[in-house]
């Protein structure tokens, strides 16, 4: 990784102004209902601690808007990253909250803490300043510590002043050690690749993953597209696809995508065959219809079908790199989750490869399956990974100090 991490400076002492992802989800009575994004952020806040720095954390929670919102208070996540990390480090940890990210409170907070101490700030989208990137919000949040460390790789493809405008008041900007993982395993994968390279993008439209699509052409030997999007491909072979989710606007592009991988030699994995539902319903009556036919005019595709998993099965298990993001049916309908969880435990099973998994729904269904601990990593970003994979520089990424 070409970014100093974390693990280059010496931060006994130190006062550190840690980004995190503490954008969790919070049920009715501001309870966390999932707390994976903060258990991930631990190892970095270990090692700080462990080397003697006064840790500060910054994160955004929902979408107050630039306005102090109580329901999207950052306070909820103190208790639980209390407990979280007495139970990491095996001692009390004090972890103090600030009712504000930036001012007087914010200050005196900030200069009072000590060498193992952790201070939670307020939300910083409570202030527009946040999102807008404005320098002078920057420059205070630079001015609570000596130095800046990103780990919250699933705002990385936001330019915000907690991400990219912080780093032009304070030196250096380091990755935390979740970051560096995200950057070291993605990078690995584009950049250099151990093959077989084998690529699953699945999800409901190709207009999100285009981009995807066709940087990944360029680097892949297998490219196997599942979820919706695939009935818009086939719709670019010439095939009817009855009531399934086509973008009509899309077909040129598919067309586009399917000559690009005749032209440089990647097989482009296609489903074979398909489960049909006479409608988009948890129980709907279902049929396998050959990928090849013309779809019946009123079913549509919910799920790939066995001859299709098959397929795919063969190619994973051979590759040496496995990127996956997005699922392959209507994930959420038990019924039309089986070519999915089918890729989950195709993907698991492969010891030999580099496994990466992005995407909201592909990381729920391996956390379903119980197999994400035999994954080499699991991407915290879904649209942060998206854009890497298309090829784009994350403002987040780009504004850490070079090694």
């Known amino acids: 990784m070409a970014k100093l991490s974390i693990r280059d400076i010496e931060l006994t002492g130190k006062k550190l102004f840690i980004r995190v992802d503490f954008n969790v989800p919070l049920n ?49 996540v103190v208790a639980r990253l209390a407990e979280l990390l007495e139970k990491e480090l095996g001692k009390k940890v004090p972890v103090a909250f600030a009712s504000d990210c930036v001012g007087p409170e914010a200050e005196s907070a900030a200069k009072a803490l000590k060498s193992g101490e952790v201070l939670v700030l307020e939300n910083l989208r409570f202030h527009a300043e946040e999102e807008a990137n404005d320098p002078a919000f920057a420059k205070q949040l630079a001015g609570l510590a000596e130095i800046y460390v990103n780990d919250a790789f699933g705002s990385a493809h936001r330019a915000h002043a907690s991400t990219e405008g912080i780093t032009h008041f304070v030196k250096p900007a380091v990755a935390g050690l979740l970051m560096e ?76 995508a399917l000559a690009k991988a005749k032209a440089k030699g ?14 988009f319903d948890a129980n709907a009556n279902t049929q396998q219809w050959d990928c090849a036919k013309d779809f019946p005019a009123d079913w549509q595709g919910l799920d790939i079908g066995p001859k299709s998993i098959a397929a795919i099965e ?8 496995i990127v996956w993001n997005g699922p392959a049916g209507v994930f959420e309908f038990e019924k039309f989750a089986v070519g999915t969880n089918a890729i989950a435990k195709a993907v698991a099973a492969n010891k030999a490869a580099i496994s990466i ?39 987040g990424v780009v504004a850490l100090t070079e090694k």
């Open 314 to 321: 063969a190619v994973v298990a051979s590759a040496k790199t």
């Open 266 to 279: 990647v097989n482009l994995l296609l489903p074979v065959d398909n489960i049909l539902a006479d409608a």
């Open 28 to 76: 009715d009575d501001l309870q966390i209902t999932d707390d994976t994004r903060i258990v991930a952020t631990l190892p970095t806040l270990k090692y700080a601690l462990d080397k003697g720095a006064a840790v500060i954390l910054a994160s955004h929670l929902g979408r107050p808007k630039g306005k102090v919102n109580p329901k999207y208070s950052i306070k909820p």
């Open 357 to 395: 998994i992005g995407g909201g729904d592909s990381v729920s269904a391996i956390n379903k399956t119980g197999l994400a601990d035999q994954i080499t990593h699991i991407s915290t970003g879904g649209g942060a990974s998206l854009e890497f994979l298309e090829g784009k520089k994350l403002p």
């Open 181 to 256: 993982k995200e950057i070291t395993y993605l990078g690995k994968a584009l950049e250099a690749p151990e093959k077989p390279f084998v690529a699953i993008i699945g999800g409901s439209k190709i207009s999100g993953k285009i981009d995807v699509i066709s940087n990944l052409l360029d680097k892949v030997d297998t490219l196997v597209i599942v979820g919706g999007m695939a009935y818009t491909f086939q719709r670019a072979l010439g095939v009817a696809t009855g009531k399934s989710l086509v973008e009509e606007d899309k077909i040129e592009m598919a067309k586009d």
